[in-house]
């Protein structure tokens, strides 16, 4: 308790000297909404064509039009954004889907918030943290399924407070198998101090993620009991901006559809992203749109929010065009169809593969869900190279790319290469040589049959066309990893 009320304290004090100006107004948001209602089809059409050609300036759609494509009704011009979405995706990416796993290393939480597995008044869930050798086991058991990504996630507790998340990223990096390790490692904590948050980039992390979970305040409020740290909505809101105060390179932004109007909260995240470009002078590196999910003890009709598939695709598609130049993750909470299906029409850039998410779940490798150790169901157990046949087999190319963060290519000297679409000819070509690397060390044989004979040739045959040079240079870093180098990249 003494932890907790402390915080609570630092907390309040934090909140009553914020130096950040308030980016959201409710009522701002939904007058944009009402006022964007029947769009007229010149309209949405010009929208549109502005999102593309945005692909390679930079620029994000304004609340208006965002509002304006929210409020299509018509099926054959969301065709038209699906279509867009996709063109976008590939203008600033490339055809490449980067790929993740996460990785739950803690889940006792001083927090109650009413959606979640891992709150504390639950008392079906088995709580846990793991040690140095249970984090060792679970790193070496994702090395050998071929990642080298990770998200690693925490619940809010004394248990697994900064210190503990500095060493267990520590422990993660040190972790080696088969002379092989994790490259990079995102965060998804709990919000935190700027120097709780310097001592965690002295780590090493990549991408530091929070999601706002509503930014609708009075939602927010009934979702996270008063009294909770979670409760402190301005302290959340504002977790990314004292973050990047503290030196952090890449912030995340993402919400928990389904527990309010899915609208407002797209609007909302746009506002958020604008904020941080006008006062940081970047965007968050990735927009996160999880859909809520059962736990052992949430009854979901309690929602009432909740989000058909439909609508889910739409505002994925949507936040595509509102802001090309962010990644988008797809995670594994959504059915195999159903990702397979968005990966064709919504511009999505990164996914988890061989996802498991009970904690010390990948050591004990059981089949479907296990809710008593798990924060939420999922919808696709996928193993990687099972997910990797389904990407391969539409011609992407599966990436493990970890170079920009390694290269220092982060933050401010990211974002310029994402605006102008330059990124892609990095992403490509790391694509090509990470996927090799899975092959010679992981894939299956279908996998590498396909991977040598259809996707190799493409990618490199395009690279060759474009941009010879380079693709003369990762020829020969082919060779290298042929031959038995790690670790290529650009
Ligand atoms: N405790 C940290 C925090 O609150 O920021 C980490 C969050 S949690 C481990 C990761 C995310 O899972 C949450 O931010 C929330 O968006 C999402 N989540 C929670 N309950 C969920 C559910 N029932 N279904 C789907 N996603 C859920
Ligand atoms: Fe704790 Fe995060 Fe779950 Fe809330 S969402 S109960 S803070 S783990």
């Not at 010149?42 to 930079?58: F, M």
């Not at 609340?63 to 065709?79: F, G, H, K, M, S």
């Not at 949430?298 to 990644?327: H, K, N, Q, W």
């Amino acid at each position: 308790m003494s932890w907790t009320s402390e915080r609570f304290a630092r907390i309040k004090a934090w909140e009553a000297s914020r130096e950040f100006n308030d980016f959201i107004d409710d009522e701002a948001i939904h007058q944009t909404i009402n006022e964007a209602k029947n769009p007229s089809k010149e309209r949405v059409l010009a929208i549109i064509e502005k999102a593309r050609n945005n692909a390679t300036k930079g620029d994000m759609l304004s609340p208006e039009e965002t509002a304006t494509l929210l409020n299509i009704t018509d099926r054959a011009l969301w065709d038209e954004v699906f279509k867009a979405a996709t063109y976008i995706k590939e203008e600033v990416y490339g055809n490449r889907i980067v790929l993740f796993s996460p990785l739950y290393i803690s889940n006792p939480c001083v927090n109650n918030c009413q959606y979640c597995g891992f709150k504390s008044s639950n008392d079906s869930m088995s709580k846990k943290t793991l040690n140095h050798e249970e984090l060792e086991e679970e790193v070496k058991a994702l090395l050998d399924a071929g990642q080298k990504r990770l998200i690693a996630v925490y619940g809010e507790h004394p248990k697994s407070d900064y210190n503990y998340i500095a060493q267990s990223v520590r422990t993660i990096y040190a972790t080696k198998k088969d002379n092989t390790e994790i490259r990079r490692v995102n965060i998804n904590a709990a919000p935190m101090f700027e120097e709780e948050y310097q001592a965690i980039k002295a780590e090493g992390i990549g991408t530091y993620q929070v999601f706002q979970e509503t930014y609708h305040r009075a939602t927010y409020e009934k979702m996270h009991p008063k009294g909770t740290l979670k409760g402190e909505y301005d302290w959340r809101l504002f977790a990314l901006h004292r973050g990047l105060n503290a030196g952090l390179d890449d912030v995340a932004v993402g919400v928990l559809f389904g527990i309010y109007d899915w609208k407002f909260e797209v609007l909302a995240m746009l506002h958020h992203a604008m904020d941080l470009e006008r006062v940081f002078g970047i965007g968050p590196h990735t927009m996160s749109f999880p859909r809520i999910k059962r736990t052992s003890d949430t009854d979901l009709s309690e929602f009432p929010y909740a989000m058909s598939d439909e609508d889910f695709m739409r505002v994925v598609a949507v936040i595509r065009l509102m802001c090309p130049f962010t990644g988008t993750i797809l995670t594994a909470r959504e059915e195999p169809e159903l990702r397979d299906e968005m990966l064709k029409k919504c511009g999505i850039s990164q996914m988890d593969a061989g996802t498991n998410i009970g904690i010390g779940g990948y050591k004990k490798h059981e089949e479907g869900n296990d809710l008593s150790i798990q924060q939420f169901a999922i919808g696709d157990h996928r193993g990687i190279d099972e997910f990797i046949l389904s990407l391969i087999k539409e011609e992407r190319l599966p990436s493990f790319c970890t170079s920009c963060y390694r290269e220092g290519r982060t933050g401010c000297d990211f974002m310029p290469l994402a605006k102008n679409a330059s990124i892609k000819h990095l992403c490509i070509p790391n694509g090509i040589l990470t996927f090799k690397e899975y092959m010679r060390d992981y894939a299956s044989p279908e996998v590498k049959r396909i991977g040598e004979r259809i996707i190799i040739p493409k990618y490199l045959g395009m690279l060759r066309e474009n941009m010879p040079l380079l693709a003369d240079k990762v020829e020969d870093m082919l060779h290298g990893l042929e031959h038995g180098k790690n670790d290529c990249h650009l």
